[in-house]
């Protein structure tokens, strides 16, 4: 089992920068990948950002060069740091775990978050 909790959302105005945070418990972290997903009001949940255990690296194409998503083993943590935000990036954003190698579909993932809302003001 893993647990997975977010933080470091919250509101911003656009060109603005935030960091999240997921912290995961459980020894076997470093075996996992782990994922950012996102879902606005109204709309479904969509891919974001994910990285490999080994720290291979894929993004959706509407942040690629605005996030990047990194890990630290030793602390158990995802990280999602966002620059250049826009007001379309505001939506509750969820952290997950797979045990694939990498995954950019939500139904690969069998832990979740809670999530953290971020929103952008323009």
């Known amino acids: 089992q893993v647990q997975l909790v977010e933080s470091g959302g919250g509101l911003v105005q656009a060109g603005g920068s935030l960091r999240l945070s997921c912290a995961a418990s459980?020894?076997?972290?470093?075996?996992?990948?782990m994922g950012w997903f996102r879902q606005a009001p109204g709309k479904e949940r969509e891919f974001v950002a994910a990285?490999?255990?080994?720290?291979?690296?894929t993004y959706s194409g509407s942040v690629k060069g605005r996030f990047t998503i990194s890990r630290d083993n030793g602390k158990n943590t995802v990280y999602l740091q966002m620059n250049s935000l826009k007001p379309e990036d505001t939506a509750v954003y969820y952290c997950?775990?797979?045990?694939?190698?990498?995954?950019?579909?939500?139904?690969?993932?069998?832990?979740w978050g809670q999530g953290t809302q971020v929103t952008v003001s323009s």
């Open positions: 990285i490999s255990w080994i720290g291979t690296t």
């Open positions: 459980g020894r076997t972290f470093s075996s996992y990948a």
């Open positions: 997950a775990a797979t045990g694939l190698r990498v995954a950019v579909k939500d139904y690969d993932y069998n832990y």
